[in-house]
């Protein structure tokens, strides 16, 4: 009886050692095909970044200031003679012509009553307080009604005309500075009719029966630039000394010579004879 049972207790062992044995999966020797348990991963979802950008950085442009460094030089123009010039119109806004016409002189516009100053040292040598001009003739040599002209010292002669007067105490022989008022800018002789302004012209020294050379030889325009806002010391010596070499000290005249027929001359009176032109010929020459 106990033999017996032992036997089935001996079977049931056997058939559950088989029945484990052939549910395990056939492998490598020593090696189980079927991959260990795991632990579960959990996974995590990745986290929202919130980032901030930050913007361009505050400007320093209006904190940024230049150095304070100091005034300019002001470096003086060159010196091109020994000569100091002035404008020949002081104390007031003027334009003038920079081109040839008809003669080589140049209209200075000014208002009236502006100064009419020496344009550089020197000696005054003509000098008109009385307007002859009158259309009916129009006589050359009184074209410039009242007017002053001037020897420089750099033996040039510098004419101012169209005068509304003439300053006082300036007469032939007066030592005068540049920049000393000779008179006051008007509109006499042939300029009547016009606007007031200067007859500015450049020559060299004759006679007064030369009119037509004291009304301008040299082209005045390049050293009244320079002069109001360039070089004061650029002087026409050179150029005028040059073209009286050419021409020669008397030219003749060739434009605008002739007068109209004079009327009948009526008897001078004495107030006349006291207004005269009266000039000076100084001895030094340029």
């Given at each position: 009886?106990?033999?017996?049972?032992s036997?089935?207790?001996?079977?049931?062992t056997?058939?559950?050692?088989?029945?484990?044995?052939?549910?395990t999966?056939?492998?490598?020797?020593?090696?189980?095909?079927?991959?260990?348990t795991?632990?579960?991963?959990?996974?995590?979802?990745?986290p929202?970044?919130?980032a901030?950008?930050?913007g361009?950085?505050p400007?320093t442009?209006?904190?940024?200031?230049?150095?304070?460094?100091?005034?300019?030089v002001r470096?003086?123009?060159?010196?091109?003679?020994?000569?100091?010039y002035?404008f020949?119109v002081?104390?007031?806004?003027?334009?003038?012509?920079?081109?040839?016409?008809?003669?080589?002189?140049t209209?200075?516009?000014?208002?009236?009553?502006?100064s009419?100053?020496?344009?550089?040292?020197g000696v005054v040598?003509?000098?008109?307080?009385?307007?002859r001009?009158t259309?009916a003739?129009?006589?050359?040599?009184?074209?410039?009604?009242?007017?002053?002209?001037?020897i420089g010292?750099?033996?040039?002669?510098?004419?101012?005309?169209?005068l509304?007067?003439?300053a006082?105490?300036?007469?032939?022989?007066?030592?005068?500075e540049a920049?000393?008022?000779l008179?006051?800018i008007?509109?006499?002789?042939?300029?009547?009719?016009?606007?007031?302004?200067?007859y500015?012209?450049?020559?060299?020294?004759?006679?007064?029966?030369?009119?037509?050379?004291?009304?301008g030889?040299v082209?005045?325009?390049d050293?009244?630039?320079?002069?109001?806002?360039?070089?004061p010391?650029?002087?026409?010596?050179q150029?005028t000394?040059?073209?009286?070499?050419?021409?020669?000290?008397?030219p003749?005249?060739?434009?605008?010579?002739?007068?109209?027929?004079?009327?009948?001359?009526?008897?001078?009176?004495?107030?006349d004879?006291?207004?005269?032109?009266?000039?000076l010929?100084?001895?030094d020459?340029?």
């Open positions: 009886m106990r033999a017996g049972l036997v089935r207790w001996a079977a049931v056997g058939a559950v050692l088989l029945t484990a044995s052939c549910s999966a056939t492998g490598i020797a020593g090696v189980r095909a079927q991959s260990p795991s632990e579960p991963v959990s996974v995590t979802a990745t929202a970044v919130t901030t950008i930050p361009p950085p400007s442009q209006a904190a940024v200031r230049a150095p304070e460094g100091d005034d300019p470096v003086p123009p060159p010196k091109l003679s020994k000569y100091t002035a020949p002081d104390g007031c806004k003027v334009t003038y012509q920079r081109q040839l016409l008809v003669l080589p002189k209209t200075i516009w000014a208002a009236k009553g502006c009419f100053v020496a344009p550089v040292g040598d003509e000098v008109n307080i009385q307007n001009w259309p003739t129009d006589a050359g040599a009184h074209r410039e009604g009242r007017f002053v002209t001037v010292d750099d033996g040039v002669r510098y004419l101012g005309g169209h509304d007067s003439v006082n105490g300036i007469r032939p022989g007066v030592r005068v920049g000393r008022q008179g006051r008007g509109n006499t002789g042939n300029a009547r009719g016009t606007a007031p302004n200067l500015f012209a450049i020559s060299w020294k004759t006679g007064p029966a030369l009119w037509w050379v004291r009304r030889m082209k005045p325009w050293y009244l630039d320079a002069w109001l806002s360039g070089n010391t650029l002087s026409p010596r150029e000394l040059a073209l009286r070499g050419r021409v020669g000290e008397t003749p005249c060739t434009v605008l010579c002739a007068s109209k027929k004079a009327p009948t001359p009526r008897k001078t009176k004495q107030a004879r006291k207004d005269e032109p009266f000039t010929n100084p001895t020459t340029p």
